[in-house]
C-alpha cells in the first residue's frame, strides 16, 4: 500500500518532444505528491509538485496532471532538451516521502 | 547555509568494519530524513527525525544501523559490521514544518569491498 509505481523504466526523446513519464500509487492518504529530478553524483532535487485537491499543475515546461479517482499522476515535459537529460522520480508523502523506480530520460538533439 | 551537507562524500571500507555518516540539514529545518539509494533503483526511506527524536524506523534498518540526532541539528548515521550488501547512496534530506519541499543532500557513496 506504500508503494508507488513508475513507468516507463527508461524514455528516448528527440529534442523539442514532449516526455511523459507515469506513476501510480494505492495509499490514499497521500497528500502531496512532488516530482525529483536527479543527475548522476547529485541529490535529488525538487521539479515540480501537486497536491490533491488540484488535477493540473504547470510550471514553465513541466506540468503534473493528477487523477485522484484513479489515482494516478503524470509528468509532461515540453519541448524537451538535451540538457533534462537525467533520472526523474514520481514521489508521494505522508510523513515521509516514498519514491517511484525512476524514469532515465535521455533527450537527442 | 547552502543547503544541505553531507560527509564524507565517498566512502569504501572493508567487511566487517564500522563507518559513520554525517548529515548537516538547512539551519532552521526541523525534520531530518535518511534515505538509501542502490543503482537503477529510487530513494528507500531508511528514519527520520523531528528535532532530536527519531520518530520512525523502516524495517529495512537493521540492528546494525544506527541514527542519532542529539541536538536536534546534525545527524549521523552509523553502520556496524559493513556487509557488502550495505554498498549504495546514503542521501539525507531535511525540510521545515511544513513537510512538503524535502532539500536533499550529495549523498555519502558507500561501498564495501
Given at each position: 500500500?506504500?508503494?508507488?509505481?513508475?513507468s516507463?523504466q527508461s524514455?528516448?526523446?528527440?529534442?523539442?518532444?514532449?516526455?511523459i513519464?507515469?506513476?501510480?500509487?494505492?495509499?490514499?492518504?497521500?497528500?502531496?505528491?512532488?516530482?525529483?529530478?536527479?543527475f548522476?553524483?547529485?541529490?535529488?532535487?525538487?521539479?515540480i509538485a501537486?497536491?490533491?485537491?488540484?488535477s493540473?499543475k504547470?510550471?514553465g515546461?513541466?506540468t503534473?496532471?493528477?487523477?485522484?479517482?484513479a489515482?494516478?499522476?503524470?509528468?509532461?515535459?515540453?519541448d524537451?532538451?538535451?540538457g533534462?537529460?537525467?533520472?526523474?522520480?514520481?514521489?508521494?508523502l505522508?510523513?515521509?516521502?516514498?519514491?517511484?523506480?525512476?524514469?532515465?530520460l535521455?533527450?537527442?538533439? | 547555509?547552502?543547503?544541505?551537507?553531507q560527509?564524507p562524500?565517498?566512502?569504501?571500507?572493508?567487511?566487517?568494519?564500522?563507518?559513520?555518516?554525517?548529515?548537516?540539514?538547512?539551519?532552521?529545518h526541523n525534520?531530518?530524513y535518511w534515505?538509501?539509494?542502490?543503482?537503477?533503483?529510487?530513494?528507500?526511506?531508511l528514519?527520520y527525525?523531528?528535532n532530536?527524536?527519531?520518530?520512525?524506523?523502516?524495517?529495512?534498518?537493521s540492528?546494525?544501523?544506527?541514527?542519532e540526532?542529539?541536538?536536534?541539528?546534525?545527524?549521523?548515521?552509523?553502520?556496524?559490521?559493513?556487509?557488502?550488501?550495505?554498498s549504495?547512496?546514503?542521501l539525507?534530506?531535511?525540510?521545515?514544518?511544513?513537510?512538503?519541499e524535502?532539500?536533499?543532500?550529495?549523498?555519502t557513496?558507500?561501498t564495501?569491498?
Amino acid at each position: 500500500q506504500q508503494q508507488v509505481k513508475q513507468s516507463p523504466q527508461s524514455l528516448i526523446v528527440q529534442k523539442g518532444g514532449i516526455s511523459i513519464i507515469n506513476c501510480a500509487y494505492e495509499n490514499t492518504a497521500f497528500d502531496y505528491f512532488p516530482w525529483y529530478q536527479q543527475f548522476p553524483g547529485k541529490g535529488p532535487a525538487l521539479l515540480i509538485a501537486i497536491r490533491p485537491d488540484v488535477s493540473e499543475k504547470k510550471e514553465g515546461r513541466f506540468t503534473i496532471s493528477f487523477n485522484k479517482s484513479a489515482k494516478q499522476f503524470s509528468l509532461h515535459i515540453m519541448d524537451s532538451q538535451p540538457g533534462d537529460s537525467a533520472t526523474y522520480f514520481c514521489a508521494a508523502l505522508v510523513d515521509k516521502l516514498i519514491f517511484g523506480t525512476g524514469t532515465r530520460l535521455q533527450v537527442f538533439p | 547555509d547552502t543547503g544541505v551537507s553531507q560527509n564524507p562524500r565517498h566512502k569504501i571500507t572493508k567487511r566487517g568494519q564500522n563507518v559513520t555518516f554525517r548529515c548537516d540539514p538547512i539551519s532552521e529545518h526541523n525534520r531530518l530524513y535518511w534515505y538509501r539509494q542502490t543503482l537503477g533503483q529510487g530513494p528507500e526511506f531508511l528514519t527520520y527525525f523531528q528535532n532530536e527524536a527519531q520518530l520512525e524506523k523502516s524495517r529495512l534498518l537493521s540492528d546494525r544501523f544506527s541514527a542519532e540526532r542529539p541536538k536536534g541539528s546534525f545527524s549521523t548515521l552509523e553502520i556496524q559490521r559493513t556487509e557488502q550488501g550495505d554498498s549504495a547512496m546514503y542521501l539525507c534530506a531535511s525540510t521545515d514544518n511544513s513537510n512538503t519541499e524535502a532539500f536533499f543532500g550529495q549523498g555519502t557513496r558507500l561501498t564495501v569491498v
